[in-house]
């Protein structure tokens, strides 16, 4: 069986082999800078000009010759520049400027000597400090020239890379659509959430969590709804999934007699790269691909399928939406209480982080297993027990893997 860093490679692996085509297949769209939050960059974005444009003061104070500045030294005020205004005229020999934060410095002057360190008399002022050259401002052209690339395609869009679109006036930047995923849940028990269920029914959850989570991760859902436990109808609505980018199924995968997403999938030409994975929850994921759609089937409770979309889905997202697979953000923390746990799998447990002064900790959470998505909303991290050592003392050091909806 594998373990989950070896499956998840796996899917990162097969994903780039169909991920070219698949983008192509779906192509680009100019978005309006509102609206670019989170999607893959698929254009080269330079600058327009010199940044910073002119050399701009990062403090308000003195702009002067540095030469004229020394400790003691004095010099005559012949006036004062903001922030936006046009500034042409030399620095004259023997004379300073007020000059405010962002202002361009007059040509000539090398330094801005901080207002907190000068003292004034009427137009004269004295300065107290040592004054170098080059201090106090950025240079024009030091942060970038003009050509330079600012964004790369395959950069996602967070809010740096909207600021630097926005500062060389880019507002409609060119993004790769993103990619389509088919969610369809699975089980005669499982009923529409604005049905009432039956005493023995149980309301789809996953079909909503999952959309959530593929919302995250910057795919589009497109929900199928559920299939019965049924050849025919699991046909069907597989049918319609496989026209998505990728199809994420829940339930119908363990051992069970009922269990048929992957006999269903395999009599439609699908081939699995994995079906199982030594992780708890989640050991029964399956992934394959069927056609030209990558298809994960995950475990039907609820916890189950969350993790396992969590650790093996978002990497086939990230590659399909044009980016690199993000990195498991994975994080460092002390672990409050022991926990023992089975060996051989890795653990996922629910747990909570804080940050009191001593440090990131970690409290196990109470829960009554993977069906219990009510402890998981006390939660903000899963806690990950490596397979091989189960068994952990309070103020061990542990890894957290935090819930990216809510930390
Ligand atoms: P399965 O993986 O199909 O054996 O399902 C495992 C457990 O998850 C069962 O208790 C199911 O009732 C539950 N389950 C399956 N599908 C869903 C769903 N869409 N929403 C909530 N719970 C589900
Ligand atoms: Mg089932």
């Not at 003195?62 to 903001?82: F, N």
């Not at 994975?330 to 982080?353: D, M, N, S, Y």
């Not at 297993?369 to 091989?388: K, M, Y």
């Amino acid at each position: 069986m594998l373990t989950f860093s070896e499956a998840r490679n796996l899917v990162i692996e097969k994903a780039e082999m169909g991920a070219p085509q698949a983008a192509s297949a779906r192509g680009v769209v100019a978005l309006p800078i509102s609206d670019a939050l989170g999607h893959i960059l698929a254009e080269e974005i330079r600058t327009d000009r010199e940044y910073p444009p002119f050399n701009r003061s990062t403090r308000d104070g003195y702009a002067v010759h540095s030469v004229e500045a020394p400790a003691g030294a004095s010099l005559r005020l012949v006036g004062e520049i903001k922030a936006g205004d046009t500034v042409r005229e030399p620095l004259a020999l023997g004379t300073c400027v007020q000059i405010m934060t962002g202002a361009a410095l007059p040509p000539g002057s090398d330094a801005v000597v901080m207002i907190e360190f000068t003292g004034r008399d009427g137009d004269i002022v004295t300065f107290e400090r040592v004054t170098q050259a080059g201090q106090n401002y950025v240079p024009q052209g030091s942060e970038a020239h003009t050509g330079d690339v600012a964004l790369s395609p395959g950069l996602r869009l967070g809010f740096a890379e909207l600021a630097v679109a926005a500062q060389v006036g880019h507002s409609s930047p060119q993004c790769y659509t993103k990619p389509r995923v088919a969610i369809l849940s699975t089980g005669d028990e499982v009923v529409a959430i604005n049905e009432t269920p039956g005493p023995f029914h149980i309301r789809n959850s996953n079909s909503v969590s999952l959309a959530a989570q593929v919302q995250l991760a910057g795919g589009t859902p497109v929900p199928l709804g559920n299939a019965l436990d049924r050849v025919d109808d699991l046909s069907a609505k597989i049918e319609l999934g496989l026209r998505a980018d990728i199809l994420v199924l829940s339930g119908g995968v363990s051992m069970g007699k009922y269990d048929l997403v992957e006999s269903v999938l395999k009599g439609m030409g699908a081939e699995f790269y994995f079906d199982a994975v030594a992780i708890r929850p989640g050991k029964p994921a399956v992934f394959g691909r069927c056609r030209n759609t990558l298809i994960f089937g995950l475990p039907g409770n609820p916890v189950s399928t969350m993790v396992t979309f969590h650790l093996f889905v978002i990497p086939a997202i990230d590659i399909l939406a044009g980016a690199p697979p993000r990195p498991l953000p994975v994080l460092e923390a002390t672990l409050a209480e022991p926990i023992k746990e089975k060996p051989g799998l890795t653990h996922f447990l629910p747990a909570r982080l804080s940050w009191p002064d001593s440090g990131p900790q970690v409290h196990v959470l109470r829960w009554q297993g993977s069906g219990d998505i009510a402890a998981l909303t006390q939660s903000n991290c899963f806690l990950v027990v490596p397979a091989d050592h189960p068994d952990i003392s309070a103020g061990d050091k542990v890894s957290v893997l935090p819930r990216a909806d809510v930390l």
